[in-house]
């Protein structure tokens, strides 16, 4: 155990101990970061300025426009990134999908047109209007890549047709000709549509591999190859090695 997690760990058990629930942390982040959301929508995270010190799900709501709290909406599971910093929340996948039991008889806890408010604590974390359908099945071929010029340190960036999910950020890497993995820095940024990498060291001239793990996945579940409406849980994502797209550095 590290002094981090041993420090974490005597503070919630002084809370408890305490009898009382810690205010929660600023939200300083929350995805999708766009103005709008797809009915079908599977997850969505938020990332606390430190780590919350109790749980934060049972202080979570997501609210219609009329401010009524969408009843069974989010799965009651708490989804932590190692920092405990990052909590993605998952709405309930029975809603989503067609054909289950949930989504026959409560439907989605979506509906197109509503605005919906998610509410932390004290805190109105985001709002969005939800769209119609759900996201589009990412594919790489489909990707624009704006490559910046060799000597300099300048972003080399990646531009989405649809949003990708929040987390899949560092599903996607760059490597030179060898196979090794240039280092540096990557963000997601408009509403989850682009994707920059800022090298440590400038770009050198020749050719760099792009790389994208099969795992990489939009906000409503679906794969590279694989739409989470459709899924048959033998998908190419468990299947296939990375995928790769060659371009040059001039």
């Known amino acids: 155990m590290s002094w981090r997690q041993f420090m974490y760990g005597a503070a919630v058990l002084l809370s408890l101990a305490a009898g009382r629930t810690a205010p929660l942390p600023n939200v300083v982040a929350v995805a999708p970061s766009g103005s709008t959301i797809p009915e079908r929508l599977l997850r969505l995270s938020l990332t606390f300025a430190t780590p919350p010190l109790d749980a934060v799900l049972p202080q979570i709501a ?9 009843q069974g909406a989010l799965l009651d599971q708490e989804l932590w990134s ?19 039991i949930k989504h026959d008889t409560q439907g989605l ?13 004290d805190q109105l974390a985001r709002q969005w209007t939800v769209i119609p359908g759900g996201c589009v099945v990412p ?4 990707w624009q890549v704006k490559v910046p010029s060799a000597g300099t340190a300048l972003p080399l960036t990646l531009v989405f047709p649809v949003a990708i999910d929040a987390q899949s950020r560092d ?3 760059v490597a030179n000709e ?20 800022t090298p440590v060291v400038p ?15 939009s906000p409503c579940g679906d794969e590279i190859g694989e739409a989470f ?6 998908g190419l994502g468990s299947q296939r090695a990375t995928l790769g797209r060659w371009f040059s550095i001039n």
């Open 139 to 142: 594919d790489p071929k489909t």
């Open 171 to 173: 599903l996607i890497a």
């Open 178 to 197: 060898k196979g090794d993995r240039i280092q540096g820095a990557s963000q997601l940024l408009n509403g989850e549509t682009v994707w920059r990498f």
């Open 109 to 121: 806890a979506l509906r197109s047109g509503d605005r919906v408010t998610l509410q932390v604590a």
């Open 82 to 100: 190692p920092d405990r910093r990052t909590l993605t929340l998952l709405l309930d996948p029975g809603r989503v999908k067609t054909g289950l």
């Open 62 to 70: 997501l609210l219609h426009q009329d401010g009524s709290v969408i």
């Open 229 to 234: 409406e459709h899924a048959t849980g033998n």
């Open 203 to 217: 770009w050198s001239r020749g050719q760099l591999r792009l790389l994208v793990h099969p795992r990489l996945e």
